[in-house]
């Protein structure tokens, strides 16, 4: 069992940044990727960034250039950092973690920290 617990939300004005940090525990597996999803009222999840446990990442269209996504030395605490925000990014952001053992995808959620930007 792995447990996910987000924070750093909040409420900005466009064009300012904010850090999410994501803490994980339990049975974390050591091969695995991590990454933050996003979801605003009325729309479906979408991807924001990902990271392996050797460090590649892979970012969306709209996060490319604006946000960073890293994780700690000992890998139990993933950070996405946001810059320029805009009104546009806000939603609720969602902390995962998965693997896939013997072609099986394996998921856990953290329970989402809001992120509002206004003008």
């Known amino acids: 069992q792995v447990q996910l617990v987000e924070s750093g939300g909040g409420s900005v004005q466009t064009g300012e940044s904010l850090r999410l940090a994501c803490a994980a525990s339990g049975n974390t597996v050591t091969i695995n990727v991590m990454g933050w999803y996003r979801q605003a009222p009325g729309h479906q999840r979408e991807m924001v960034a990902k990271i392996t446990n050797l460090g590649s990442t892979d970012y969306a269209d709209f996060a490319s250039g604006r946000f960073t996504i890293s994780r700690d030395k000992d890998k139990k605490i993933l950070y996405l950092q946001m810059n320029i925000l805009k009104p546009e990014d806000t939603a609720v952001y969602y902390c995962?973690?998965?693997?896939?053992?013997?072609?099986?995808?394996?998921?856990?959620w953290g329970q989402g920290t809001q992120v509002t930007v206004s003008s």
């Open positions: 995962n973690h998965r693997t896939v053992i013997g072609g099986v995808r394996d998921d856990y």
